[in-house]
C-alpha cells in the first residue's frame, strides 16, 4: 500500500513533472502578498518614486529661471557633460581613494583591536567601551570636534607637534589641497573603525577554542594560528564587513560636508557632497540627477557583491 | 615512544581545585584511561600534559625531560580532541601536512609522510575532500592521522569517541586498540565512559573533585575498588551499595539491617568489619556475584522486586534491601514479577564492605 502511493507521486521516467503556471502560484500564495503589500506600498512611494524622478530629471535641463515643469529635456547630456567634467574626474579620485584608505584602514586597525581585545585582561570591559565611544558619538559632534583639533591657529595637534618640536608652526591641515583629503580620511577611519572592531569581535567568538588548541599541539605560532585558523573562520564577516564599510564610506557625508564642505577649491569632495552641491547649491537639478545615477549603478554593483558575501557565509555555515 | 610522569600535579583557579595533587606514571607503550563523571579533572589533567595550561604546582616529565615551561609543540606530543578538530578550510591532506608543515619539513618527506599514514588508516581516497565531507568516523580516522603523522612520543586523546553514534563507537574503539597495539603507542586516554575505559585501557586513573582515587588496571579496579565511588562508578549495571549496622559479639560479626535482619559474615569480613571507624558500615556487591532465591535460605536476606529487565541472555533485576535498589542479573528462565517478595544470597568472598564514614573499602586488620 505504502509503496504504491510513494510510486505513485513520483513522476514516471521520462515524463517532466509540470510545473504550476505563474498565475496559478500567485493565486495560491494571494494572502501573502495582501500582508506584504503596506510595505510594499511606502517603499514604492519613498524609494521608487525619488528614484524614477532622479532618474527622470537626469535627462533635462532645469535653468534657474524657469519653474521644475517647465524643465527642458536634453537627452544623455547631462552624463555627458558630468562624464566629461574634469571637476568628476578629479572628485571620482578622490572619491576612490577616500573609500579605499578608509575602508582598508578601518578594517586592519578594527581587526588589530578586535584581536587584542579578544584576549583576557584586566581592564579588558574597559577599553573595549573606550574603543566604542567613537562609532557611538554623533558624526556631527565629531567633525566639529576635529575641526577644532586641526584648527592652524588654536587646533591642539599644531599646538603638540609645535611643541614636541616636530614642525616649527602648526600644520594647516585643512586649508591646504595636499593634505585635506588625508585628513578627513584619519577622521573617518577614528569614526567607523570601532565598527569593524565589533563586527569581527563577534566573527572571533565563532573560532572553536579545539582548533586553536590542535594547532598550538601541532606546532603552530601564534602567526600560525591566525592565520591558518582564526583568519579562514573570519573570511565572512570580513568579506561583509569590508562591504558594508565600502558602501558606508561611498555614501559619507557628514564628515566632509561639515568640516570642509568639499574645499579647499573641490580638493576634499567626493561623490555624495559633490551631487549636494550641484543640486543644493548651484541648483543644477538635471546635472545633479544624472551624476546620481551613475553612483546609484555603482552601489548596486556594490550591494550585489554584499548580498553574493553574505548567501555565500549562509552556504559556507550550511555545509 | 616515551613514558609519562606526573609528580603531585595541580590546577587550582582560585579556591577551585580542578586537579589536586594527581601522581601518575605511564610506562612506554602504555595505554591509560583517565576516567570520571563530568568535572573531575581527567580533560584538565590532559591539558596539563599537553601544556595548554598552565599548571599551578608539581612536575610532568614525558620521556627523560621535565615538560613543565615547554609550550605544548615542544613536549612531543600529538593529541586528538572530542569535536576532531580539524582545520575546516583545508582538505584532508593539508590537514595531515599541517603538523610537518609547521615543523618545516621538505616537501617530499611531508607528502611521503601523509601518504604512509593516510594508508595505515585507511584515508586515501580522502586526501582531497574537505572535512565536511566526511562521516563522523573518517573524521576521527583523519584526526587520528593528524596526530600519527608526526610520530610522537605520546599521544593525547580527549573523548575521541563521544561524538560518533553508538555503532559507530564501538567500531572505532577497536580501531583505536588496534592503532595502540601496531604502534605501541603510549596512550593518554581521557573518557566519562567507562566502558571504554574499561576495554580498551592497560591501566586507567579514576578521577572525581579532582583527586586521582585509584590507578590499576582495570581488572584490579574492578575488582578492589578503592572506595565507594570507584565501586560504583566503574562496572555496567553499577555495584549495588546497602548502608547497614556493623555488629561484633567476640569474634562473630554480622551486618544488622533496621528492617529487622542481620548477615552473618565470615571470619575474613569479620575482620573487615573491625577496621571501620564507625559501626555504620556499607556492603557492596556486583550484580553477577548475587544470588535469588525465592525462599529463604541461610546466608540470605529479604527484598522486593521493583523492576525487572529482561536483556536475552540474561536477565536484571532490580531488588530493594533495606532502602537500597539493588542490581541482580538472573536465568533468563526465572521469572519474577515487581513487588514480589525474594531472598538474596551473597557471596562472602567477592562482597565489598566499605566504611560508611571515610567511604574508603575496609582491610582485615
Known sequence: MSIATGQATRPLIGQVAKRPSILSRVIAHRTDYLYVLPAIIVMLVVIAFPIYYTIELSFFRTPPNLQMRDKIWTGIDNYRTVLSSSVFHEVTIQTIIWTAASTFFAFLLGLGAALSLHREFIGRGVMRALLLIPYVISAVAASYVWKWLYHSDFGVIGAISVQLGFTDEPINFLDNRQTVLASLIVVNIWKEFSFAMVMLMAGLQTVPDQLIRAAQVDGANAWNRFWHVTFPHLKGVSMVTVLLLMVANFNSFIIPFVMTGGGPADASHIWITHIYQLAFGRQQWGIASAYAVILFVVMMALGYFYVKALTRGDEARAG | ?365
Open chain 2, 1 to 365: 615512544m616515551a613514558e609519562i610522569v606526573l609528580q603531585r600535579v595541580m590546577k587550582n583557579y582560585g579556591p577551585l581545585y580542578a586537579v589536586n595533587d594527581v601522581s601518575l606514571t605511564v610506562n612506554d607503550g602504555e595505554f591509560v584511561a583517565l576516567v570520571g563523571p563530568s568535572g573531575c579533572g581527567k580533560t584538565t589533567t590532559l591539558n596539563l600534559i599537553a601544556g595548554l595550561l598552565p599548571m599551578s604546582g608539581g612536575d610532568i616529565v614525558i620521556g627523560d625531560r621535565v615538560v613543565n615551561d615547554l609550550d605544548p609543540k615542544d613536549r612531543d606530543i600529538a593529541m586528538v580532541f572530542q569535536n576532531y578538530a580539524l582545520y575546516p578550510n583545508k582538505t584532508v591532506f593539508k590537514n595531515l601536512a599541517f603538523p610537518l608543515q609547521m615543523r618545516k619539513l621538505p616537501k617530499d618527506q611531508i607528502d611521503q609522510k601523509v601518504r604512509d599514514a593516510a594508508k595505515l588508516l585507511d584515508i586515501t581516497h580522502l586526501l582531497e575532500r574537505k572535512p565536511r565531507e566526511l562521516s563522523g568516523g573518517q573524521q576521527q580516522r583523519v584526526a587520528l592521522g593528524r596526530a600519527l603523522v608526526r610520530d610522537p612520543a605520546v599521544f593525547l586523546m580527549d573523548e575521541p569517541l563521544s561524538n560518533l553514534d553508538a555503532k559507530l563507537r564501538v567500531q572505532m574503539r577497536s580501531e583505536i586498540k588496534r592503532f595502540h597495539h601496531n604502534l605501541n603507542a603510549t596512550i593518554v586516554y581521557v573518557t566519562h565512559d567507562q566502558l571504554e575505559a574499561v576495554t580498551m585501557a592497560d591501566k586507567m586513573a579514576v578521577m572525581n573533585g579532582g583527586f586521582l582515587l585509584q590507578y590499576d588496571t582495570p581488572a584490579n579496579v574492578f575488582a578492589n575498588p578503592i572506595n565507594t565511588f570507584v565501586a560504583s562508578f566503574i562496572g555496567s549495571p553499577a555495584m549495588s551499595l546497602i548502608p547497614l549496622e556493623g555488629v561484633t559479639s567476640g569474634t562473630d560479626a554480622s551486618l544488622r539491617s533496621p528492617e529487622g535482619w542481620e548477615l552473618p559474615l565470615s571470619p575474613m569480613n569479620a575482620r573487615k568489619a573491625a577496621s571501620s571507624t564507625t559501626s555504620k558500615i556499607v556492603l557492596g556487591a556486583r550484580h553477577s556475584t548475587l544470588k535469588l532465591h525465592k525462599t529463604q535460605v541461610p546466608g540470605s536476606v529479604p527484598g522486593k522486586v521493583y523492576t525487572v529487565e529482561p536483556t536475552g541472555d540474561v536477565t536484571f533485576a532490580q531488588v530493594f534491601i533495606n532502602g537500597a535498589v539493588v542490581n541482580i542479573s538472573v536465568e533468563p528462565s526465572v521469572v519474577i514479577h515487581p513487588d514480589e517478595q525474594v531472598f538474596i544470597e551473597f557471596d562472602q568472598e567477592r562482597m565489598h564492605l566499605f566504611d560508611a564514614e571515610t567511604t574508603m573499602a575496609l582491610q582485615a586488620a
